[in-house]
Each structure stands twice: as structure tokens, then as C-alpha cells.
């Protein structure tokens, strides 16, 4: 078991540059989600998809972000022209749901990218 | 919208009790999550609670009241690695997971 896989780990980019982040998740997890994380507060939902679908989006996801996951494995979250509000801890997390139990399915965390906007 | 309120800070003595509590007010409800995160980790999944009462898996416990929207997590015979950040968590629907703002305990020797 590899766990949640995250690349980079950590980015800093300049204000108005586009970045791209990489999660791997636990192999059989059909679930895959997106949360943001500031100093001093828990994640923030951003985005999730069930296999290759993304069934939703959170409104603190503008129009510069975007997410895919094609084929239903890793998924890639991009940010363009970046902003100095953008700067937080980058979260990727996977489950497994099964018809009727998904309930008490736990989410699984990758180690996050931590973005710098400078 | 979703609500979910925590301490911000607790501070504990090694060896002690330390009970973290959460209130919660949701749209829906279908499991409160504990989890644990270290600085510059991830969280990591501790407990789960779907129906009233306790559960208990080794040194850490949880609690959950739906008709209070309350839980709580116990943490007993405290150690140094205990120190991180506690996070409670809510599942309003069928996927996503509503956090609190966490609580830092610090265990002290």
C-alpha cells in the first residue's frame, strides 16, 4: 500500500504564472477529492470525482482552477494565473465506496503540495 | 451552509485525559470523522461515529449525540507524539467531508 501520492510537494511560483499538481491515489479508490488548507484552518472542499466524473465543484473553485482525472486513476489540478490568495496547502484524498456502504468509508490524505504565490 | 466549532487550543500534562469536543450544525448527517494531523503532514483517519454512543479503539475514544449535534474525542494516557492537530469532521451527503478549524493540543512533560 502506497498510499495518497502528491507531486510536487512544494511549488513557488510568481503571481500570474500557471501551476499544475499531480495526485496518485490509493489504487482501487474509485473516489478522488480536492481540498485547500490554510495555516490554521482545516481543508476546505474543493472538487470530486467518482472515477473519471467530476460531480462537483465547490464555489471557492473559480474559473482558473480546473481539475481532470482521465481514466479514473491519478487526477491533475491546475491554477492559472496564479494569485497571492492562492497560496495554501494543496490536499488530494481518496475512498473506496461500495453500493449501499459508502457511508463510513474514511478519506485517505496525501501528503498536499504546498503552494507559494510570490 | 455547514458549522462545525472546536477549541482552537488545549494544552495537556504526558500521562493525562484530554477530551476535545465538537458541535456541529449540517444539512445533513451521515458520519462525524475524527482526524489527526501533524505539522506539515497529512490528517490521518482516527475514528468514525454514525450512531449515538461511544467507540473505542485503544488509547482514543469518540463520542457522538446526534439529537445535540456533539461529539467528542478522548485521548487518555497522553504521550508527547499526541501532539498535533485534531480535526472533526462531518459527512453531510454521501462523499464529501466538512471540516472543523481543528484544535492543537500540546502535551506537555
Known amino acids: 500500500d502506497t498510499g495518497v501520492s502528491q507531486n510536487p510537494r512544494h511549488k513557488i511560483t510568481k503571481r500570474g504564472q500557471n501551476v499544475t499538481f499531480r495526485c496518485d491515489p490509493i489504487s482501487e479508490h474509485n473516489r478522488l477529492y480536492w481540498y485547500r488548507q490554510t495555516l490554521g484552518q482545516g481543508p476546505e472542499f474543493l472538487t470530486y470525482f467518482q472515477n473519471e466524473a467530476q460531480l462537483e465543484k465547490s464555489r471557492l473553485l473559480s474559473d482558473r482552477f480546473s481539475a481532470e482525472r482521465p481514466k479514473g486513476s491519478f487526477s491533475t489540478l491546475e491554477i492559472q494565473r496564479t494569485e497571492q490568495g492562492d497560496s495554501a496547502m494543496y490536499l488530494c484524498a481518496s475512498s473506496l465506496s461500495h453500493p449501499g456502504r459508502s457511508y463510513n468509508s474514511p478519506l485517505h490524505f496525501g501528503n498536499g503540495t504546498r503552494l507559494t504565490v510570490t | ?109
Open chain 2, 1 to 109: 451552509g455547514q458549522n462545525i466549532d472546536q477549541p482552537t487550543e488545549m494544552t495537556a500534562t504526558e500521562g493525562a485525559i484530554v477530551q476535545i469536543n465538537c458541535t456541529y450544525q449540517t444539512s445533513g448527517f451521515n458520519g462525524l470523522f475524527w482526524y489527526q494531523q501533524h505539522a506539515g503532514e497529512a490528517p490521518t483517519f482516527l475514528s468514525y461515529n454514525v450512531l449515538d454512543g461511544l467507540e473505542e479503539k485503544g488509547r482514543f475514544s469518540s463520542f457522538l449525540s446526534r439529537s445535540k449535534g456533539y461529539s467528542y474525542l478522548l485521548l487518555k494516557e497522553l504521550q508527547m507524539k499526541d501532539s498535533a492537530s485534531y480535526l472533526c469532521a462531518v459527512r453531510d451527503g454521501d462523499y464529501k467531508l466538512s471540516f472543523g478549524a481543528g484544535t492543537t493540543v500540546t502535551v506537555r512533560a
